[in-house]
């Protein structure tokens, strides 16, 4: 379950809103959805591991809290993000 940081590059240059960001919310969210589906292929494996189901239960919660974030500030944005990401949302 490595997260590597070829992965996590690709995910920046394609969210970021321009050269050197990587702090946008765009970024933040692609960053942690990539994360959680590391986590939920984790636990499919491995079901009896709480600690990861905890760790899970934080980054999806921190995404939700992102991504109202971004929705308040501009809906456009999120609506872009979230069928880029293919969110329920």
Avoid: C, W
């Avoid at 899970?56 to 929705?71: C, D, E, F, S, W």
Wanted: proline letters at 2%; aromatic letters at 4%.
């Amino acid at each position: 379950m490595k997260n590597l940081p070829e992965d996590k590059q690709k995910i920046i240059e394609k969210f970021a809103q321009h050269k050197g960001d990587t702090g946008s919310p765009e970024v933040q969210v692609a960053l942690l959805t990539h994360k959680i589906s590391k986590l939920t292929g984790h636990l499919g494996e491995n079901k009896k591991d709480n600690h990861s189901r905890r760790g899970l239960l934080k980054v999806v919660a921190k995404r939700r809290r992102i991504l109202t974030y971004l929705q308040k500030i501009d809906n456009k944005r999120f609506k872009k993000l979230a069928t880029d990401l293919e969110l329920k949302k």
